[in-house]
């Protein structure tokens, strides 16, 4: 039997006994934990999701916390009086082993569940009614509170300002201060791989405290 899982917005076919390098998981080695985003099952029979199949999971054990090979990223900015950077990053990863896959009952299993390290809580993902009501509130709070003006920064519109300021971005101090850990963290939240780098974010907001 296997199964399609999604984590880290990337897809895995995995059988019982694979081995797994995934984006990193709020977890830690030795931890059991489950995988509840199953978009196929295979075998005897198969179970295609809707867009995941009810019930079904993929549980697997925590083996450690591991870093990717490292990837040199270079820019270089057209027009801009011949302004280039060459930054590494290797991605932070978790590495795991699948243990079981459970094409039902997966609710009842008590176990934890694999969660990001860049999402918010475990807690907020365990009660995902009242998430949408905590953002709709954080959103006015920020800007009433003196949010520094986030469209400033190349790339930025009125849309993208909003989710920053769902994810609790709300100054460019904040993004001054991130690291390679926090930038792809963000990434990831908001489906733009790559583009903070790509635009030069953190340059930017250095610069806006500098003025």
């Known amino acids: 039997m296997f199964a399609v899982l999604k984590t880290g917005g990337k897809q895995y076919k995995v059988q019982s006994g694979d081995v797994l390098r ?29 867009p995941t199949v009810a019930g079904a999971a993929v549980q697997a054990t925590v083996i450690d916390q591991i870093k990717g ?26 590495l795991v082993r699948i243990t079981d896959i459970l ?3 997966a609710d009842a299993t008590g176990v934890k569940a694999a969660v990001g390290a860049g999402s918010v809580s475990t807690a907020a993902d365990a009660a995902p009614a009242a998430k949408p009501a905590k953002k ?7 800007a009433a509170a003196g949010a520094d003006d986030l469209k400033q920064l190349s ?21 001054a201060a991130w690291n ?27 610069a806006k405290l500098a003025e």
Not at 158 to 173: D, M, Q, R, S
Not at 189 to 205: H, M, N, T, Y
């Open 136 to 142: 709709a509130e954080a959103a006015p709070a920020a």
């Open 155 to 175: 790339g930025v519109g009125p849309a993208l300002e909003k989710k920053l300021h769902e994810a609790g971005v709300t100054t460019f101090a904040q993004i």
């Open 69 to 94: 090979e490292k990837l040199i990223h270079f820019v270089k900015r057209r027009r801009k009086h011949g302004s280039k950077r060459t930054k590494g990053h290797r991605q932070q990863l978790t």
């Open 22 to 50: 995934v984006e990193k998981l709020a977890a830690d080695a030795g931890e059991t934990i489950q995988f509840n985003d199953v978009l196929m099952l295979g075998g005897d029979s198969t179970v295609l999701g809707a």
């Open 103 to 105: 094409a039902s009952g």
């Open 180 to 206: 390679a850990d926090d930038i792809a963290a963000m990434d990831e939240k908001l489906s733009f791989k790559g583009r903070i780098e790509r635009e030069g974010w953190v340059e930017q907001a250095q």
